[in-house]
């Protein structure tokens, strides 16, 4: 089992910067891939942004490129998400994922661990 609590959620201006944590336990950080998903009020959740285990591979949903980057910290079992210029649409509930498998997180199915979520609120 792997246990995920995101942090660092809250609220922001437009045009303005926040960073997301989220702290894995359980079994190895480090073996498994790491994503952030995000869902807006009446919307289903989508997919943000994926890492592989070690960190050199990275993707992202194109309405977040250039504004979001993902990160992780092996050594702190914990995987980032700096949010820069943010938007009033970016508001949603952010989750962070787990699964041994990166394409299964950038593809959006059968992921094995769910975090709780943290609220972003974006105002105008």
């Known amino acids: 089992q792997v246990q995920l609590v995101e942090s660092g959620g809250g609220l922001a201006q437009a045009g303005g910067s926040l960073r997301l944590a989220c702290a894995a336990s359980?079994?190895?950080?480090?073996?498994?891939?790491m994503a952030w998903f995000r869902q807006a009020p009446g919307k289903e959740r989508e997919f943000v942004a994926a890492i592989a285990w070690n960190g050199v591979s990275t993707y992202s949903t194109d309405s977040v490129k250039g504004r979001f980057i993902i990160s992780r910290d092996n050594a702190k079992d914990t995987v980032y998400l700096q949010m820069n210029g943010l938007k009033p649409e970016d508001t949603a509930v952010y989750y962070c994922?787990?699964?041994?498998?990166?394409?299964?997180?950038?593809?959006?199915?059968?992921?094995?661990?769910w975090g709780r979520g943290t609220q972003v609120t974006v105002s105008s």
């Open positions: 359980g079994r190895t950080f480090s073996s498994y891939a």
């Open positions: 994922a787990a699964d041994s498998s990166y394409r299964n997180l950038r593809i959006g199915v059968a992921i094995a661990y």
